[in-house]
């Protein structure tokens, strides 16, 4: 192109600033396979970054929506688990203004109902004993 200008001002005095190819016609067969081939993978690269992008949004969705529910879980134990401690305190509370009687048809009420869900219970006098019990030692400081 630059030749053709050069030649236009140096043949005719004409200075072409400006040109643009509209139609171009590829003569040579072999050129004409090398380019479509070309095009084809360029089409080909865009489409996987096209789908590669779409994989990294989904990922970050789902992270998202995984942060999400762990926090709405952990947000609802914790709920759960003030419940239970205002519960035991209520009950335990409770339990200490009862007479001794109380105290021990309410141990025994709760070791059956233990029993009966199929859990482990031990008895002990205090918590000194249990600790005897499975061995451990009182580290004295």
Do not use: W, Y
């Not at 190819?21 to 070309?38: C, G, N, P, S, W």
């Not at 096209?50 to 942060?67: F, L, M, P």
């Amino acid at each position: 192109m630059v030749l053709f200008k050069e030649e236009m001002f140096d043949t005719c005095g004409v200075e072409v600033i400006n040109m643009a190819v509209e139609d171009a016609r590829i003569v040579d067969q072999e050129l004409a396979k090398a380019l479509a081939a070309a095009a084809v993978a360029n089409s080909a690269l865009e489409k996987q970054n096209i789908e590669s992008e779409i994989v990294q949004v989904k990922a970050a969705a789902d992270a998202k929506v995984a942060t999400i529910e762990a926090e709405g879980k952990a947000s609802a134990m914790k709920v759960i688990s003030r419940a239970e401690a205002d519960r035991i305190k209520t009950v335990s509370d409770a339990l200490e203004a009862a007479c001794p009687t109380a105290q021990q048809n309410e141990t025994i009420r709760t070791s059956g109902q233990a029993l009966s869900d199929k859990s482990t219970v031990v008895l002990s006098q205090d918590m000194s004993a249990l600790a005897g019990t499975f061995g451990f030692r009182k580290h004295i400081s």
